[in-house]
């Protein structure tokens, strides 16, 4: 492929071999005797990037095309591949150059120049805070399609925890018996909710045992909690709210009171519930109204969990996340320098509300400018960009 009309916009020789590692490594062996190097992680898009094919923003999201976790996470890299937020960040930089030239003019022409209308620059300086802030509002979408979210089922032995990892993840990870302590161990299993990636962790039962290796497994058990983005604490509902139960449930408030971040939401699931004979349980009040939400389950029959899942959805804010659609979010770095912007125009406006003089109005908007060129890679550092294309996987 001959530039421009290639990936880098160099030229570029592109060798189709057979699919075994011993051709693919052969052919490797041959290129690099004959001067070739391996490519540097990310080294392609880099070339791509700083031969103008791609902006900064577009090749951080051909990173998160890579590594995307479901579809939903693809097509919103994609979506910022093909410029999405590129053409909002280029138009919010403009304005800000046109109202610096416009404001520095009358620096030195004052005198030849007709008075400025503050009235239009706020309109224009609102309108550009509020294209920001919607901006900043994709940032948590595009962080939990990245990173997803892990949720803890925990319980005391023989509730249904894994029953219900099993039911919920549609397969057959856990192994589930009637003996209490079959899982010893965290039993992970991958789910996509609403394009979300969450990772169920089943846990071993929690309760106080002489048993090594039981023990060790109970250890882990209070700690996937804690570091958890949600839990899920399982009870029998065929033998209702047992004292077991509630030294878990004070173990849980215990943490939430000394832990200097607030613990996760918790869902108290009341498993097996074709085993009562009214179909429902009665807990304490003072008990019931501790938990953020209530779902009634039999995981063996698959019962409930519908209702879980939409459950865990309304406590994760994902309700409102669109799962189908091509819509780009921003990552962490984006964020970072949306902020400066919106507050640089906040300043702005301050100054302006404060009749400073126009000099100051300029510091903001230089300010703004320089922030929105940072998304695009424009005067970007080495460091940035060795720390970005760093995270590439070889030859990307």
Partial sequence: MLAPRSYTREDVVELQCHGSDICLQQVLH?????????????????????????????????????????????????????????????????????????????????????PLDTNLLISRINEMTQRVQQALETANRGQLLQSGLQVAIIGRPNVGKSSLLNAWSKSEKAIVTQIAGTTRD??????????????????????????????????????????????????????G?????????????????????PLAPIILVLNKIDCTPSGSIQLPHIIEDSFNRKVLTCAVKG?????????????????????????????????????????SLDRLKSSMHQDLPIDFWTIDLREAALALG???????????????FGKFCIGK
């Avoid at 002489?210 to 399982?234: C, T």
């Avoid at 709210?241 to 971040?261: A, F, G």
């Avoid at 940072?374 to 970005?388: A, F, H, P, R, T």
């Fill in 30 to 114: 041959i290129c690099l005797e004959a001067g070739a190097r391996l490519a540097e992680p990310g080294e392609f898009t880099l070339r791509a990037f700083l031969n103008g094919r791609l902006d900064l923003a577009q090749a951080e999201n051909v990173a998160q095309l890579i590594s995307a976790k479901s579809v939903v996470a693809a097509e919103t890299a994609l979506a910022g591949i093909q410029g999405g937020l590129s053409s909002l960040v280029r138009s919010l930089r403009m304005q800000c150059i046109e109202m610096l030239a416009e404001i520095e003019a009358r620096l030195d022409f004052d005198d030849e120049m007709p």
């Fill in 186 to 239: 965290i039993v992970e299993a991958g789910i996509v909710v609403q394009g979300i990636p969450v990772t169920l962790l089943d846990t071993a039962g929690i309760r106080e045992t002489n048993d090594f290796v039981e023990s060790i497994g109970v250890q882990r058990s209070e700690a996937a909690a804690l570091g958890a983005d949600m839990i899920i604490m399982v009870i029998n509902a065929a033998e």
């Fill in 241 to 261: 709210w047992k004292p077991e139960d509630h030294r878990i449930y004070e173990w849980l408030k215990q943490n939430q009171k000394v832990s200097e971040t």
């Fill in 303 to 343: 019962m409930g969990i519908q209702d879980l899942e939409s459950a865990f959805l309304e406590l994760a804010g994902l309700e409102n996340i669109s799962s189908g659609g091509r819509q780009w979010a921003v990552n962490q770095r984006q964020a970072e320098q949306l902020l400066r912007t919106g507050e």
């Fill in 374 to 388: 940072q998304i695009g890679g424009e005067d970007i550092s080495e460091e940035v960009l060795s720390n970005i």
